[in-house]
C-alpha cells in the first residue's frame, strides 16, 4: 500500500525555521522525482521544489528561492523540505508528491508563519 505521510507542520514566526519531513512507503523511493507543492486558501496548488532521482540537482518557484532547500534520503525513504526564514505568505497546507510511471499524494501537513 502506497503511502506518503507529511510531518513537521505547525506555527512559525517570521524570519524563524521549520523542517518538513515526507515519509515514503509501498513504491520504490528512489525511482521517484519528489516534490513539494502548496495551497493556500482560495488559491490554486503550486509546485515549491523538486528533486530529481540523484538527490543532488533541484529546482524551486521564484518565490521561495534561497530560502528552502529540498533534500532526500533514499536510504529512509524519506524527502525534507528545510524553510528558513519564512513569510507570512508562505502559509499553505504543504503536500508531498511522488512521480515516476505514476503519482502519489500525501495527506498534507498545515504551515502557518504568523508572529
Known amino acids: 500500500q502506497v503511502q506518503l505521510v507529511e510531518s513537521g507542520g505547525g506555527l512559525v514566526q517570521p524570519g524563524g525555521s521549520l523542517r518538513l519531513a515526507c515519509a515514503a512507503s509501498?513504491?520504490?523511493?528512489?525511482?521517484?522525482?519528489m516534490r513539494w507543492y502548496r495551497q493556500a486558501p482560495g488559491k490554486e496548488r503550486e509546485m515549491v521544489a523538486t528533486?530529481?532521482?540523484?538527490?543532488?540537482?533541484?529546482n524551486y518557484a521564484d518565490s521561495v528561492k534561497g530560502r528552502f532547500t529540498i533534500s532526500r534520503d533514499d536510504a529512509k525513504n524519506t524527502v525534507y523540505l528545510q524553510m528558513n526564514s519564512p513569510k507570512p505568505e508562505d502559509t499553505a497546507v504543504y503536500y508531498c508528491?511522488?512521480?515516476?510511471?505514476?503519482?502519489?499524494w500525501g495527506q498534507g501537513t498545515q504551515v502557518t508563519v504568523s508572529s
Open positions: 508528491n511522488a512521480v515516476h510511471v505514476f503519482s502519489y
Open positions: 509501498g513504491f520504490t523511493f528512489s525511482s521517484y522525482v
Open positions: 528533486i530529481i532521482r540523484d538527490g543532488i540537482n533541484a
